[in-house]
């Protein structure tokens, strides 16, 4: 089974669990990976299982990113928050060369995110 992760900085954590609901009859054919705040949003969504990895400023970009590298992860979904500051940029962008450098689709918005879903 093909596996998804799923990272929201605070400002998408709703837009998340808006995309999640809306796609829940095509995600619950997939394993679920999130950092731990937005795998908890998830799960709130319903029948949805998501194995919850460390928050992202504790490192859960980090982890998501090492699944990549492992060939683990076939889909990242990123919502990032554009007019915030996040003190760990710096993973955020780690994250975003390891999917580039490994060929893994990354949406970073949600109409990036509802054009991978669609086609899956």
Known sequence: MKTIA?????????????????????LK???LIA???????IEQVGDLTVTKLKS?????DAQIASL?????IDLVIFLV???DVHP????VS???RICNVHDIPLATNIATAELLLKAL
Do not use: W
């Open 6 to 26: 799923c990272i929201a900085h605070d400002g998408k954590k709703p837009e998340m669990v808006r995309l999640v609901h809306k796609y829940a009859y095509i």
């Open 29 to 31: 054919n997939f394993n």
């Open 35 to 41: 950092t731990g705040t937005t795998g908890i949003h």
């Open 56 to 60: 992202g400023p504790l490192g859960g």
């Open 68 to 72: 990549v590298v492992e060939g683990k």
């Open 81 to 83: 928050d554009p007019l």
């Open 88 to 91: 760990h940029q710096v993973d």
């Open 94 to 96: 780690m994250l975003v």
